[in-house]
């Protein structure tokens, strides 16, 4: 079945929402999504999306900039982190007219906490007195990302906007570098459906799957940068990962930084408060990159704590913060302690350890998510990206807390401002082949394969090499021995039996799909960590364990030729205002 | 430990009616229904039918009735079953099955659209000052909004088994999540709405869907709160 309209955005996460609600009236948008769209991952973040708007003390959107630089190591382009920093409050405003609730203050204004890495000078008048963390993070409770979602979901109902829901992407219909739509399945009948659109955007979000724990959810995959990265189109920075310092121990469930913003300590197997150490002025309230490390530094020497199945955990200390803390300002994260470790966190510490969390990496694009074909600053006509699937970037070496929230907000507008503006003299492009057949090739081999492969165990495999090859800490030997692993994989994934064959709700095809699209984000992770010879933000080299301004201030392009060969390129990182200095907290 | 799941399968291509299929496997007491549905699938059938996301229950993806009781798949854990007995998985009742455990929502869905699920305010506001709302009034809406769209309570509800048109506990929830809203300007018009026999005057307290929401919302009282609204309307 072929459909048409004037712009089709993939993807019912925040930055796909928010985009959809910005399309103008007189053109149709349709918005494809494997999920129900309140089911996308941004209902899952907790602590706050943060903007200087000043309801609980001074504060500055330059300081706001200077922190995502900061936290960014470096490696963010400043002028598109200006632009995010100085539309923060903006953003947050329409969101509160839209209808999302937010915790207030006592004069009813929206309600701001600390969070990791979000400081001020002590002393305004002072650039060199100490900078000191700020309530920036405006929040509603810690549900904040769910009722972002929820809210972005309800403006785009009473838009009447059409959604695809459970439709999977199979494919980005690229011919002489205009984008002209893509084809997805639709999963309740297999059928396969073209999108004929003048316009499309990649609101796909991120691939926390390619990790063994991950705080993502089970449909985080990157489909949408695999696309990009087998169309033979660059990705940007994949080497960035962020691995948040605390999921629940074992499971990788998220919680917030928020309650360390609420005061919650981090404690080895001493009791001790261990990030006085690494970060002296913020403490537990350093960056997420600087935590993590920290944390899996501690195991290594030995004072983490020994869990029932034999791995290390730290403590997470909430038990000073009293019931109604607890209950009222962090109730959904000290729940799930709860429910999955039985712990009560109003007496006892909450173990968690790192989690794979967020990619800073993606599809390249500019300001206004307009895609690059190259590092020269092409665009791939009609084909825009928003979200965690897109590297700005804003985020850098590493993302700080809260600005992934606002990233899909203040870009999902921008974007759906720029294809408005698009759509103003653009006009359909007709395919030169059928743009079903790569889909129709794609599902027909994948259904023939009968290896006897389980596409579950290529996967555990492949998550846990990129836990412990390609994780928090990296080194040459891991990163080359990975590479090796990757190609097995890929290898064995030509083996695989789809067990089912039915064209009703075929999840065991769907995962196949999304393995296929692992393999390859995985890869070019891999390949862009072994390429990097510096350590910075959340990319750690043991070999090589400084930041290297002088060769490596710039951002990795990957990409792979119809050969398979890898290639990788550069492009500077742009800078405004703000020089390269040490990254101490 | 030694786990036995009897799970209600149909494939609308093969099945006349759905059945059910036993898996015996090895499980510990800190796997969720979901973890161990995944075994399953992973391990034993792929042809295996189910929707996921999250796995924490922030998404709503996988309500499904287990041992008789509407809850997530992801926030159950075995140590809360008896695992000395077989443990029964079965979609959520009164909707369609689409495959397996996978049911066609969209009745669901359109009666969340009917209440006018979105803020409702046409006068003008300053583009770079929010709405003022105490934060008490915000707090009033906090437990409502936390509800996630599984439809664990709608399903448990008597009235719906006994009425495709009952709008049902999750769309009435939704109702109070904007009529008690300071901000929202169209509180008559989602009463008028809901203020039908098929509406709110379903609702007879029987409370299933409070026991039925996993997120501990207290739907019951919510609705409570509308019926206050209207019969104070009424006169």
Redesign the interface.
Known sequence: MIHKFDVVIVGAGGAGLRAAVEVPKDHTCAVISKVFPTRSHTGTAQGGVCAALSNEEDDSWLDHAFDTVKGSDYLGDQDAIEIMCQDAPRAIIELEHMGMPFSRTKEGKIAQRKFGGHTKLENPNDPNSKRIPVNRACYSADRTGHVMLQTLYENCVKNNVNFYSEYFLTDLIIEDGICKGVTAIDMATSEIHVFHAKAVMFATGGYGRAFRITSNAHVGTGDGCALVYKAGLPLEDMEFYQFHPTGLWRLGILVSEAARGEGGILRNNANERFMEVYAPTVKDLAPRDMVSRAIISEIRAGRGILGSDGTYYINLDLTHLGKKVIDEKIPEITGFARTYLGVEPTKECVPIQPTAHYAMGGIPTNYDTEVFSDNKGTKVNGFYAAGECACVSVHGGNRLGTNSLLDIVVFGRRGGKKISQFLKTAEYTEFTGDPTERTRQQIDSLLNLSGGENISNIRKDLQQNMMDKCGIFRNEKDLAENKEILKQLRQRYQNITVQDKSKVFNTDLMEAIELGNLIDIAESINESALNRQESRGAHTREDFPNRDDAQWMKHTFITKADSGELKIDYKPVVKTRFEPMERKY | MQVTFKILRY????DNEPHFEEYRFEGHE?M?VLDCL?KI???H???L?????????????DGMRINGRNHLAC?T?LKDLNTKKTIVIEPLPAMPI???L?LD?TDF?EKY?AVK???I?TSP?Q?????????E???K??ES??C??CACCTTSCPSTWSNNNYLGPAALLKAYR?VF?T??EAADERLDIIDTPDGIWRCHTIFNCIEACPKEINITWHISQLKKELSGREI
């Open positions: 494939n609308p291509e093969k800190n969720t995944h699938k992973w391990e059938d792929g042809t039918a189910f929707r996921r996301s999250c796995a924490h229950g922030v998404c709503g993806s926030s854990l689409v495959k397996d996978v929502m869905y659209k699920p979105y803020l305010n506001v583009e770079n000052s929010e709405r003022l709302q105490s934060n009034d915000a707090e809406l906090f909004a936390k996630i769209l904007f809203d901000r929202d």
